[in-house]
């Protein structure tokens, strides 16, 4: 399957309600041969104005933190599990996250990462374990088929919780050494 295959697919999946509601897609944006792919959980409102992953507040913290440990966004690629915003913001539904996986799985299929970082909690308990602890088990390296899989805090809870900044910080200068090694 193409890159434009794929999205045209999803541009027109109305397999769960949340095709119907959406303003726009949001199937992600980035290096479509990126080394590292950032995976969420769902869009929010600013995404789905725009169409594109992690552009709120919560994108603009992300960016600050690939600044800091010198990866550029144009070198990543972020997707989110879920392609259309559910409403309120509320977490994805176990239905409408299995009609958005076959999407997310062709995304990593066609980038063929070395490295997936969950952002959250909810990523992490869907692409790592279901029973994923992220105050436990954040910052943590878990090998999943030909590629690392790892997972941090959301930017969203650390706009809610700026206590777990430090951790984040170690977790991405962990990610961006991980990242040297396997290049």
């Given at each position: 399957m193409t890159w434009e295959e794929l999205e045209s697919a999803a541009r027109a999946c109305h397999a769960c309600p949340?095709?119907?509601?959406?303003?726009?897609?949001?199937?992600?944006?980035?290096?479509?041969?990126?080394?590292?792919?950032?995976?969420?959980?769902?869009?929010?409102a600013k995404e789905d104005e725009q169409g594109i992953p992690f552009v709120g507040a919560a994108g603009k913290l992300l960016d600050r933190y690939l600044e800091a440990v010198d990866i550029s966004r144009d070198d990543v690629y972020i997707a989110n599990i879920i392609k259309c915003r559910p409403p309120n913001n509320r977490d994805p539904l176990p239905a409408e996250e299995a009609c958005c996986m076959p999407f997310l799985r062709?995304?990593?299929?066609?980038i063929r990462p070395k490295m997936i970082v969950c952002l959250g909690r909810i990523a992490a308990m869907k692409l790592i374990k279901p029973d994923f602890k992220i105050t436990s088990e954040h910052g943590q390296?878990?090998?999943?088929?030909?590629?690392?899989?790892?997972?941090?805090?959301?930017?969203?809870?650390?706009?809610?919780?700026?206590?777990?900044?430090?951790?984040?910080?170690i977790d991405m200068k962990a990610i961006k050494a991980k990242?040297?090694?396997l290049s």
């Amino acid at each position: 399957m193409t890159w434009e295959e794929l999205e045209s697919a999803a541009r027109a999946c109305h397999a769960c309600p949340l095709g119907d509601t959406r303003t726009n897609l949001v199937f992600g944006t980035g290096n479509r041969e990126a080394d590292l792919m950032f995976v969420g959980e769902a869009p929010g409102a600013k995404e789905d104005e725009q169409g594109i992953p992690f552009v709120g507040a919560a994108g603009k913290l992300l960016d600050r933190y690939l600044e800091a440990v010198d990866i550029s966004r144009d070198d990543v690629y972020i997707a989110n599990i879920i392609k259309c915003r559910p409403p309120n913001n509320r977490d994805p539904l176990p239905a409408e996250e299995a009609c958005c996986m076959p999407f997310l799985r062709e995304q990593v299929k066609l980038i063929r990462p070395k490295m997936i970082v969950c952002l959250g909690r909810i990523a992490a308990m869907k692409l790592i374990k279901p029973d994923f602890k992220i105050t436990s088990e954040h910052g943590q390296f878990f090998e999943k088929g030909d590629f690392l899989i790892s997972a941090v805090y959301h930017p969203a809870l650390l706009l809610r919780d700026p206590r777990k900044k430090e951790d984040m910080l170690i977790d991405m200068k962990a990610i961006k050494a991980k990242l040297d090694e396997l290049s």
